[in-house]
């Protein structure tokens, strides 16, 4: 049974067709990549999978779960957990605090236990703050917990908000453009970081990415969108040779 | 000069432990009321600094409440004076018309109570529709909810019109404003530094990244919303029976201004930056007072300079050390001390 299923999924914008038709079935444990030009519409299919948008019409399903109409923190607290293509961490908290708030959905008191800080408050803070603890200590931040989190090097900003997206203890992780503003040496890191990162935390990967090197290293299967349509599906060697891709997309920089 | 230097230092090492111990609080609590009492029954304290320092206690709450939703949550709401206005004639028509005369004084914390729930439940009410919508909306919500309290209270007769209500007892007293005032202080800290208000902080940060989180914002902000609103009550019953006279001008959005003057002078998200601006304020005014109108001139100018060289506020975004939560800085410390002893069993 396929983990998230997505059939016809269709998202207009005023008129102007951001996702068209959408179909795919991502299984456990598979690492899917979402590629196409600028605008083609890869962004608003995560978006519309994590409910920050609600899908003009079709549905997305996770473990046979409706997920249109549900929003954000339902999806999330369902195990689906994104990062975002310009880096959004709550810049003037702490590390720890940023790890600590994805923690939000597992906390077991009440608001009035939160007030008079009674009854489970104590056992539930300790926990999370180790559970935060031990999850940056894995992504080698745990020296950094009390920096700021606008104060990390870009790189860093970049594993955080990974170890974040991990911290709501996801099923399935959405990241876009993990790669952006590395350098191919970087990339080549990231690639072995993210395939660590979905045995050890044995989650389903999808990603977003401009960097054809990464995404061809190390993805399973790709899906090509062009103007909100998807215009191929298939492994990446497929993908490489489709005529219709290498028209819309790399067709571009093999004739440069 | 280096001798007083250690002098200091020795004295904020002692305070810093005295703070980290378990019965600081309590004990804190208890010498302050009973300081409080004893000042106010025999009168050491003349009655016009008594008044005064009521006025201090009152300004604090007002400013710390609002701290949470203007410094913490990063919305922007004018409606602190409304919500004051509900818990002021609450608490005094209970005083007035329904508390037997002879058990006032004893009925007293029941009435503003009453005055601050009952600011909790119409904060409820104005919250769930104004956070549907974003940002700079709730300033326009709370100024509209603002003019409408007091419009409502000028227009029914039971309750004075415009001519306002009197007849309370003078039953704000300094323990009183003390024993509310540290509780307002601390279950406003305890929400801050909870889920709940790292959830608060989150939504100031960045609203969307938030939900994504698992953050119920709504939930969070309607929590927030009732807490601040809640506390406004309080003060606004303490208020009446501290002036022993209301009327509906005494709420309108000047009074919501002057809570935001004390909320941005000490600084936003910080609880020592709302005690210390709402301290100054307070006395501020009252030094100034000779000066007359010339007041309203000077205190604007002071904001204006403010703003330019400390746009945060005195403490913004900073936070004095006895007001956080020594607890997590010790569970961080022993958790390191465990990793440090793993790390040292396996090389």
Known sequence: MPLLEISKLTHRFAGLCAVSDFNCAIEPHELVGVIGPNGAGKTTVFNLITGVYRASEGSIKLNNQELVGLTPHQITKLGIARTFQNIRLFKELSVL???????????????????LHIGRFR??????????????SIFKLDEMAGEKAKNLPYGLQRRLEIARALATEPNL?????????MNPNEIIQLMDFIGWIRKTFSVTIILIEHQMRLVMGICERLIVLDFGATIATGVPAEIQNNPKVLEAYLGVEVAV | MSKNKTIYDHFMKRWHTLTDKKYFWPLFMITGISFCTAASTFEFIDLYLQLILIYVGINIILTVSLNLINGYMGEFSVGHAGFMAVGAY??????????PTGAQNLLFPLA?????????????????????????YLAIVTLAFCM???SVLENIDAIGGPRGLLGMGKLTTLPWVFFWTALSVWIIRNLVYS???RGVLSIREDEIASDLMSVNTRQVKIIAFVVSSFFAGIAGGLFAHALQFINPRMFDIIKSTDILIMVYLGGIASIAGSVIGAIIYTILLEVLRPLGVWRMVFMPLMLVLLMIYRPRGIMGLKEARMFMPLRDFVTEKLW????????????
């Open chain 1, 123 to 136: 056992a539930e803070e300790k926990r999370i703050i180790h559970q935060a603890l031990d999850l940056l």
């Open chain 2, 336 to 347: 390191r001390q465990k990793k440090k002893e793993a790390g040292d069993a396996t090389p």
């Open chain 2, 90 to 99: 609450v608490a005094s028509l209970l005083t007035v018309h329904v508390f």
């Open chain 1, 97 to 115: 605090d940023n790890v600590r708030i994805a923690h939000y959905g597992q906390i077991a008191y009440t608001p009035a236990e939160a007030l």
């Open chain 2, 195 to 197: 889920n709940f208000g």
């Open chain 2, 148 to 150: 409408i309290v007091k």
């Open chain 1, 173 to 181: 992780l959405l990241l876009d453009e993990p790669a952006a503003g």
């Open chain 2, 112 to 136: 503003i109570l009453a005055g601050g729930l009952a600011a909790a439940l119409v904060g409820f009410l104005v919250a769930i529709p104004s956070f549907k919508t974003r940002g700079d």
